[in-house]
């Protein structure tokens, strides 16, 4: 076991101990609430249980089992369809296929981004944990689209902090289910682990604050092609905001989609592209943009569904 100090912040005072505790430790509740239930967080030296409340200033102590399975390291591997849109000196912008995690983790033995600049023979900054060097942010495995990893110490310094202080554009593609009402707006609902399905995410009360704006540019009959644009990142932000207000994408079964219509327009993931990503060049402060267009799979969804409307 090892022991973990550390003072509450002010943020989140009045939080739940296992949401506050597990965004502060990057654990899932469940895991929190195990360790809690064990005796093993204490507030100011008394055992504290899951629910309690946090109070900002206080002292957390956490006994934390050693990790039983170490995280992969990487290695060179080829990807199949990883295309590189734009590299220099700095970064280098890819278009990630599906079926591809960005880097390696635990339960996770596909190919993977890093993996595949790795056999490329691009090197990549060694600033982050060890299985995802360079890497700024990430895309769900089943998700496509543009993405940035950094080559250099500052690339990497420079845009973790444009995407903590959002000034990175990040807009996708999506086709959800029905027809949003409005055709566009914007969805603010905190997003945290669901209460009961830890490897999912779900909109719950005291979650992290997440924005999503939309905007409809097609309605079909069954189905709308959204231009989404994130103003935060949270992890399935898109997948569980449209899930929240009943309009989940198409293919997306975790999240509530119809499976007959994801059979219907022959999709086996979600409906869901990473389609423009714009940012100030970590070099000289010049703003870039790089795109990517849908893959096959989701094209040829999107004509049978006009082809049916």
């Given at each position: 076991?090892?022991?973990?100090?550390?003072?509450?912040?002010?943020?989140?005072?009045?939080?739940?101990?296992?949401?506050?505790?597990?965004?502060?430790?990057?654990?899932?509740?469940?895991?929190?609430?195990?360790?809690?239930?064990?005796?093993?967080?204490?507030?100011?030296?008394?055992?504290?249980?899951?629910?309690?409340?946090?109070?900002?200033?206080?002292?957390?102590?956490?006994?934390?089992?050693?990790?039983?399975?170490?995280?992969?390291?990487?290695?060179?591997?080829?990807?199949?369809?990883?295309?590189?849109?734009?590299?220099?000196?700095?970064?280098?912008?890819?278009?990630?296929?599906?079926?591809?995690?960005?880097?390696?983790?635990?339960?996770?033995?596909?190919?993977?981004?890093v993996a595949g600049l790795a056999a490329l023979g691009i090197?990549?900054?060694?600033?982050?944990?060890?299985?995802?060097?360079?890497?700024?942010?990430?895309?769900?495995?089943?998700?496509?689209?543009?993405?940035?990893?950094?080559?250099?110490?500052?690339?990497?310094?420079?845009?973790?902090?444009?995407?903590?202080?959002?000034?990175?554009?990040?807009?996708?593609?999506?086709?959800?289910?029905?027809?949003?009402d409005p055709s566009e707006g914007t969805i603010d609902a905190?997003?945290?682990?669901?209460?009961?399905?830890?490897?999912?995410?779900?909109?719950?009360?005291?979650?992290?604050?997440?924005?999503?704006?939309?905007?409809?540019?097609?309605?079909?009959?069954?189905?709308?092609?959204?231009?989404?644009?994130?103003?935060?990142?949270?992890?399935?932000?898109?997948?569980?905001?449209?899930?929240?207000?009943?309009?989940?994408?198409?293919?997306?079964?975790?999240?509530?989609?119809?499976?007959?219509?994801?059979?219907?327009?022959?999709?086996?993931?979600?409906?869901?592209?990473?389609?423009?990503?714009?940012?100030?060049?970590?070099?000289?402060?010049?703003?870039?943009?790089?795109?990517?267009?849908?893959?096959?799979?989701?094209?040829?969804?999107?004509?049978?569904?006009?082809?049916?409307?």
């Open positions: 076991m090892s022991l973990r100090t550390l003072p509450v912040p002010d943020g989140l005072d009045g939080m739940r101990l296992d949401a506050g505790l597990a965004r502060m430790l990057g654990l899932s509740r469940t895991v929190v609430a195990e360790l809690a239930a064990g005796g093993a967080v204490r507030v100011d030296g008394s055992v504290v249980g899951k629910s309690d409340r946090l109070v900002a200033g206080a002292w957390l102590e956490v006994e934390l089992p050693e990790p039983a399975e170490a995280t992969p390291v990487v290695t060179a591997e080829a990807v199949e369809g990883l295309v590189v849109l734009h590299e220099d000196e700095e970064i280098v912008v890819v278009d990630k296929p599906v079926g591809v995690a960005v880097h390696p983790s635990p339960g996770w033995s596909g190919p993977t981004v090197r990549i900054a060694t600033s982050g944990a060890a299985e995802r060097q360079g890497v700024v942010h990430r895309l769900d495995a089943g998700t496509t689209g543009v993405m940035v990893v950094a080559k250099s110490e500052r690339a990497y310094s420079v845009l973790k902090q444009a995407f903590r202080e959002r000034t990175v554009a990040k807009v996708y593609l999506a086709v959800v289910q029905g027809h949003p905190p997003i945290d682990r669901h209460p009961k399905q830890d490897w999912k995410f779900a909109v719950v009360r005291d979650g992290r604050p997440s924005v999503t704006h939309y905007r409809t540019l097609e309605a079909f009959r069954a189905a709308s092609l959204l231009e989404v644009e994130l103003e935060t990142g949270r992890t399935h932000q898109i997948r569980v905001h449209f899930s929240a207000v009943r309009h989940p994408c198409v293919g997306d079964i975790t999240y509530g989609a119809d499976p007959v219509l994801a059979r219907t327009v022959g999709l086996t993931r979600q409906w869901l592209h990473a389609h423009r990503l714009g940012f100030h060049h970590p070099a000289d402060g010049r703003w870039v943009e790089f795109t990517s267009e849908p893959p096959p799979d989701l094209a040829q969804a999107l004509e049978t569904l006009r082809a049916a409307s």
